[in-house]
Nanobody
Framework: QVQLVESGGGLVQAGGSLRLSCAAS????????MGWFRQAPGKERLFVAA????????VYADSVKGRFTISRDNAKSTVYLQMSSLKPEDTAVYYC????????????????WGQGTQVTVST
């Protein structure tokens, strides 16, 4: 089992940058593949990025490719999402999640979820 807590969300102007963190507790963090999802009001939860357990492979949604970077530090039991060139359409609640399969773009592939952190990009 792993418990996840996101942080780092906030208000940023379009074109700016923000780094989200997801702190994990538990004995087996390094064995999980990790993903980031986002959900805007009234919309479904959508895949953003994923990183495999070793950290050597990443995948991204087309909408964020080239702007967002997912990384992990297994020694700190933390996964990050570095967001740059932010756009208003990036506004959403961002969730981190843990899975046992990779790559995975569907929420149903992830068994453990954080509580989410709000990211708002203003014009």
């Amino acid at each position: 089992q792993v418990q996840l807590v996101e942080s780092g969300g906030g208000l940023v102007q379009a074109g700016g940058s923000l780094r989200l963190s997801c702190a994990a507790s538990g004995r087996t963090f390094s064995s999980y593949h990790m993903g980031w999802f986002r959900q805007a009001p009234g919309k479904e939860r959508l895949f953003v990025a994923a990183i495999n357990w070793r950290g050597g492979t990443t995948v991204y949604a087309d909408s964020v490719k080239g702007r967002f970077t997912i990384s992990r530090d297994n020694a700190k039991s933390t996964v990050y999402l570095q967001m740059s060139s932010l756009k208003p359409e990036d506004t959403a609640v961002y969730y981190c999640a843990a899975a046992t399969v990779f790559p995975a773009r569907e929420p149903t592939s992830y068994a453990h979820w954080g509580q989410g952190t709000q990211v708002t990009v203003s014009t």
